[in-house]
T-cell receptor
Framework: GNSVTQMEGPVTLSEEAFLTINCTYT??????LFWYVQYPGEGLQLLLK?????DKGSNKGFEATYRKETTSFHLEKGSVQVSDSAVYFC?????????FGQGTRLTINP | DVKVTQSSRYLVKRTGEKVFLECVQD?????MFWYRQDPGLGLRLIYF???????EKGDIPEGYSVSREKKERFSLILESASTNQTSMYLC?????????????FGSGTRLTVV
């Protein structure tokens, strides 16, 4: 079936550390891939997306590359800030619905 | 920008009450969705709708119903609230071109049933 598997959290890093949150998907066809971010007490916001293989989505210093050969869409940031503390969700397009991963809670300490 | 507005950020209701959670979007989106979010369980789809007066069950519809009388409004109804329905509820909308644009979410309603 269609599913999304994310790195289990929680993840705790120090400010300015390098971040990777892994995401892999199963799919038939060629889905679009998304990362959403949820700040405390808020709904989800679209962070970045990629719609075809080898596309790189980027926003606010975050990047993710659509890797068809490894069915992955890992989220990276070179230097995290305390304000990046949030829950991050990977998602893929499905039959008129998005399929979400379980979410990864990220905490950045000063 | 698309706005999805959920009528309440926080609600406290008593067991057995009938509860209405309202969601309104302002971009003429066809598709609307209700999820609940619980620690360790991620997002779980309750109901969704692709058009006015149309509804489809998601993964956990038991104990819930929905209403979509107008395109912009999608209401989630808890017929008789129970404590296990205490949760964060998230509404989302999308155009049919979800492939390119994904969903837009509301800010969420945190419901406590006592």
């Amino acid at each position: 079936g269609n599913s999304v598997t994310q790195m289990e959290g929680p993840v705790t890093l120090s400010e300015e550390a390098f971040l990777t949150i892994n995401c892999t998907y199963t799919a038939t066809g060629y889905p679009s891939l998304f990362w959403y971010v949820q700040y405390p007490g808020e709904g989800l916001q679209l962070l970045l997306k990629a719609t075809k293989a080898d596309d790189k989505g980027s926003n606010k210093g975050f990047e993710a590359t659509y890797r068809k050969e490894t069915t992955s869409f890992h989220l990276e940031k070179g230097s995290v800030q305390v304000s990046d503390s949030a829950v991050y969700f990977c998602a893929r397009s499905g039959a008129q619905k998005l399929v979400f991963g379980q979410g990864t809670r990220l905490t950045i300490n000063p | 920008d698309v706005k999805v507005t959920q009528s309440s950020r926080y609600l406290v209701k008593r067991t057995g009450e009938k509860v209405f959670l309202e969601c309104v979007q302002d971009m003429d989106h066809e598709n609307m969705f209700w999820y609940r979010q619980d620690p360790g369980l991620g997002l779980r789809l309750i109901y969704f709708s692709y058009d006015v007066k149309m509804k489809e069950k998601g993964d956990i519809p038991e104990g819930y119903s929905v209403s979509r009388e107008k395109k912009e409004r999608f209401s989630l109804i808890l017929e008789s609230a129970s404590t296990n329905q205490t949760s964060m509820y998230l509404c989302a909308s999308s155009s049919p071109d979800m492939y390119n644009y994904g969903y837009t979410f509301g800010s969420g309603t945190r419901l406590t049933v006592v």
